[in-house]
């Protein structure tokens, strides 16, 4: 089965146009500062991590300073990706197989991983159809294809659920991962706070524009402390009492039991910014986050 590309536009997709934009999101004032090249010795050291899914435009230059530390922690054997199901798909849906065509080429899916992660996680539903026009995880595979080449992963999206579904499918990617000897790299996708009159959301009304991204910068702020506490329970629980509007909260939660089954003691915050700080705008202000968990 191939899948075709529903994210072209979040990234160009003319592979020459679109080599340059991840460059550039490297070089960018707010990126990392240069062109990470891969280390081939890397220590391997992390298992988890969180990354924007936005057009490249407004979160790429945060999530290159993710990219950059992946580059420099090594090759992992598979990338197992966690995201946001915004066409609202329930509880968690799997892709146990075939490939998705992008600009610089197929990623593969690993189904023998894919079969396992369901096995031990059987409340997760294998629903391809989940995955069709889902953008959260597609515009992860181009920084990871440009870094290493051919890329093998695991794509799952999870739509309303419960924590106890995030906890079950965070313990069976940990479980497939060591049954089968797999070095793998666990992504939870998300965007931050979504805030402005386009999301329908302004509790801290709409200026001054300072007073804004203050109040944005907390309420993040928050939810990075939960992060950074390797505590999923507390953030799932977190973000649904208060009404927050991150949309991978779900994702970034199995992701972090995930990592933390997989040895994870320690969070990196690399990166935070708001779309305003990034490129302005006013209407549609989105924070976006890159963290790394490590061993």
């Not at 026009?133 to 695991?154: A, C, I």
């Not at 995930?258 to 990196?268: C, E």
């Amino acid at each position: 089965m191939e899948r075709v590309p529903a994210a072209i536009g979040f990234y160009p997709g003319n592979p020459n146009e679109l080599k340059r934009v991840i460059s550039e999101c490297f070089t960018d004032r707010h990126g990392p500062g240069e062109t990470p090249k891969v280390n081939s010795e890397g220590p391997r050291i992390i298992v988890g991590c969180v990354a924007p899914h936005a057009g490249y435009y407004y979160s790429g230059p945060v999530a290159a300073h993710l990219y950059k530390a992946l580059a420099e922690d090594g090759r992992p054997e598979c990338f197992v990706m966690l995201g946001p199901s915004h066409m609202g798909y329930p509880g968690a849906s799997i892709m146990k197989e075939g490939v998705w065509a992008l600009p610089f080429g197929r990623a593969t899916i690993d189904s023998e991983l894919a079969a396992a992660i369901l096995k031990h996680a059987s409340i997760i539903l294998d629903e391809p159809r989940a995955h069709a026009r889902e953008h959260s995880l597609e515009v992860q595979l181009p920084f990871l294809q440009y870094l290493y080449g051919e890329v093998k992963f695991v794509p799952i999206v999870f739509g309303p659920t419960d924590y106890e579904t995030c906890r079950e499918v965070g313990e069976g990617v940990a479980e497939a991962a060591m049954e089968l000897g797999r070095d793998v790299l666990v992504l939870g996708s998300t965007d931050m706070t979504h805030y402005g009159p386009m999301y329908g959301y302004a509790p801290a009304g709409t200026g001054p524009i300072e007073k804004v991204i203050s109040w944005i910068h907390e309420v993040d702020g928050k939810m990075i402390s939960k992060i950074e506490g390797l505590d999923p329970a507390g953030l799932y629980q977190l973000v649904h009492d208060e009404g927050f509007t991150m949309c991978g909260v779900n994702a970034v939660a199995s992701m972090m039991v995930a990592a933390k089954n997989l040895g994870a003691r320690r969070v990196s915050t690399l990166k935070y910014a708001t779309s305003y700080e990034i490129r302005g705008g006013r209407d549609a202000i989105v924070g976006y986050l890159a963290s790394i968990l490590t061993k």
